[in-house]
């Protein structure tokens, strides 16, 4: 059976097509999210809604452009959030940080997520700068993130 060249064009072109785009929504882990500004925690436990996956202790954190984001709610390229998921133990009534869930990052590039309101996502399994989460992140954050799209896509505020 023979393949015409046609299709074989096509069909290498589509493949590197696709390959761009799922490229173009990719985020790296930044590995010293933990020095930037700490901007809120929360905890969400058994009951509520979101608990799977979403259960734990949530820290948040802004690099310099996302907290000058926060402030004027603009943002500009290169601003980065990293939503760090904490499981946690509850004993003696304190509640107690656990072993890392996962690390979501949100990073900001108006041309590069144009598809996404400006923001790209990533999303890190556990203590891994590597592996990452398996599932379309970029839909299911996107798809969260649309209820704030008045902030920006943002959830956090800015807090003095």
């Given at each position: ?113 144009s598809e ?32 704030t799209e ?11």
């Amino acid at each position: 059976m023979r393949i015409p060249c046609r299709a074989i064009i096509v069909l290498l072109v589509t493949t590197y097509g696709l390959a761009v785009v799922a490229n173009s929504h990719s985020v790296d882990y930044p590995s010293d999210y933990r020095s930037w500004q700490h901007t809120k925690s929360m905890i969400i436990q058994p009951g509520h809604p979101l608990e799977d996956p979403f259960g734990g202790i949530h820290h948040i954190y802004a690099n310099p452009k996302a907290m000058d984001g926060l402030i004027d709610g603009r943002y500009e390229a290169g601003a980065v959030f990293v939503f760090d998921l904490l499981d946690y133990v509850e004993s003696e009534n304190v509640i107690v940080e656990a072993d890392r869930k996962r690390i979501d990052v949100m990073q900001y590039d108006s041309k590069q997520f144009s598809e996404t309101g400006g923001w790209g996502y990533g999303s890190f399994v556990g203590n891994s700068k590597t592996e990452r989460i398996d599932q379309d992140v970029v839909a299911a954050c996107f798809a969260c993130h649309t209820s704030t799209e008045s902030t920006n896509y943002v959830f956090s505020n800015y807090r003095d």
